[in-house]
Structure formats: C-alpha cells, structure tokens
C-alpha cells in the first residue's frame, strides 16, 4: 500500500476588503504629502496597491473623492462647548478650524473648491449658524456672516499656505521671503508712495498668529456691531 506523506493544508489568504473608509484614509494621506494638485486617483490606488478600477466601486470619480476628503477632514475640527458667551464660543470655534487647516495640506483649497456636503462638515455649519442665532442674528444677516466667516478662514489658511509654498520654492526661510518682500516696499519712490515707503514693515508683517486674531476681532466686533443695531 502507498502511504501518502502528511502535508499541511493550504490556508487561502484572504483579500482585502477595500471600502470607502481606506480609499479616503489613503487619500488624505496623499494629500499631506503630494498637495491637491498631485492628487490623483491612480496614486490612491497605488497606494492601496489595487487597481483604479476597484476605487470606483466605491467612489464615483475624483471630485467625489474631494467632497469626502472635506467631510473627513472636518471631522477632525473639535466641536465648541455650549458654555460661556457666544462671542468666546465663536472664538474657539475660528481658533479650532485654523488649527485643523493648518494640519493639512492644501487644506483651504479643498474646502473652497468643493460643495459643503457630508454629515461631518454640515454639523459645523449648523454649528455655526445656530450660535450666530443665539447671538441675535436674523436669519438673512446670519447667513451672510457665515458667508464672510467661511472666506475669512479660507483665505487666511490659503495664504499661509502660499506663503511657506513660496518659500520652500525659492530654497530661502519664510522670514527671508518676507524681509525681501520688505526691501522691495523699501525701495519705491519715496515721493510717489510715501506711505508704502514708511510702512513697509507693517504691510509684510511676520505675525501669522497676530493677524489672525486680529481679523478675528473685526468680525466678531461687527458681528457685535449688528446684534446691537437689530435691537
């Protein structure tokens, strides 16, 4: 009689399960590194090490990846106490939207360049407009202080953003950037910008965190400013 030997049986590996949860975890990791421009759906799926075609069983196309980038990241912004004055909570909720722009790349222009869906990002959005109710607001100026809110954060985080992109690009410090920037003011015809001229070292001021706050105060003064005259 033949004896058979013993062999171990064959374990079948399991594949992967791809969802949508790690196609946009991959994606946002892509994004960190590369920036939005070279944000591409083939390098996600180089990433996951599937193919492209697998990525849309589960996302439309890139601009859906996009929204759901936004969604994601907004989920990282940490949600205001409903305490103290709505002035304070508004303060906190700027402060906290900064801090997350500010964790990811090319973090503004994602969120300006796409529509504000997906359960995370609406939540701030309902957030916010709630508070600007509780402050006082009518709907119509509450919605349009959103509005102003929104660019505000935006287009201060996006040219944070610009700022160190040039710098890295030249091969010189951000503050060296500035200082030229600085000389160049310096430099005009005293006679026809006079102003320009005297002012140089305020008009390219190296205090990101001072001309945040300061453009904070602004728009809760005229937020303020409103709920008084509504009265």
């Given at each position: 009689?033949?004896?058979?030997?013993?062999?171990?049986?064959?374990?079948?590996?399991?594949?992967?399960?791809?969802?949508?949860?790690?196609?946009?975890?991959?994606?946002?990791?892509?994004?960190?590194?590369?920036?939005?421009?070279?944000?591409?759906?083939?390098?996600?799926?180089?990433?996951?090490?599937?193919?492209?075609?697998?990525?849309?069983?589960?996302?439309?196309d890139k601009q859906e990846l996009l929204v759901?980038?936004?969604?994601?990241?907004?989920?990282?912004?940490?949600?205001?106490?409903?305490?103290?004055?709505?002035?304070?909570?508004?303060?906190?909720?700027?402060?906290?939207?900064?801090?997350?722009?500010?964790?990811?790349?090319?973090?503004?222009?994602?969120?300006?360049?796409?529509?504000?869906?997906?359960?995370?990002?609406?939540?701030?959005?309902?957030?916010?407009?709630?508070?600007?109710?509780?402050?006082?607001?009518?709907?119509q100026d509450a919605c349009r202080v959103a509005?102003?809110?929104?660019?505000?954060?935006?287009?201060?985080?996006?040219?944070?953003?610009?700022?160190?992109?040039?710098?890295?690009?030249?091969?010189?410090?951000?503050?060296?950037?500035?200082?030229?920037?600085?000389?160049?003011?310096?430099?005009?015809?005293?006679?026809?910008?006079?102003?320009?001229?005297?002012?140089?070292?305020?008009?390219?001021?190296?205090?990101?965190?001072?001309?945040?706050?300061?453009?904070?105060?602004?728009?809760?003064?005229?937020?303020?400013?409103?709920?008084?005259?509504?009265?």
């Amino acid at each position: 009689m033949r004896i058979v030997p013993y062999r171990k049986p064959v374990q079948k590996v399991k594949r992967r399960t791809l969802d949508q949860a790690q196609i946009v975890r991959a994606a946002l990791e892509l994004l960190d590194e590369v920036g939005l421009d070279e944000l591409t759906m083939r390098r996600v799926a180089e990433r996951l090490d599937v193919k492209a075609a697998s990525l849309y069983r589960h996302v439309r196309d890139k601009q859906e990846l996009l929204v759901l980038l936004g969604d994601e990241i907004s989920s990282e912004i940490p949600p205001v106490a409903s305490q103290g004055s709505w002035r304070s909570q508004l303060t906190q909720m700027a402060r906290n939207v900064r801090s997350v722009f500010a964790a990811h790349r090319d973090t503004a222009r994602l969120l300006a360049e796409t529509p504000p869906m997906g359960p995370r990002r609406l939540k701030h959005i309902e957030s916010l407009l709630c508070l600007l109710k509780d402050a006082g607001l009518k709907p119509q100026d509450a919605c349009r202080v959103a509005y102003h809110c929104n660019n505000f954060l935006t287009e201060f985080a996006a040219d944070e953003a610009r700022l160190a992109s040039m710098a890295a690009a030249s091969g010189v410090s951000k503050r060296k950037l500035l200082d030229q920037a600085q000389k160049t003011f310096r430099s005009l015809p005293r006679q026809e910008y006079p102003t320009l001229v005297a002012w140089a070292e305020f008009l390219i001021e190296d205090d990101p965190d001072g001309l945040f706050e300061f453009g904070l105060r602004v728009w809760l003064d005229g937020i303020a400013d409103i709920v008084k005259r509504r009265v």
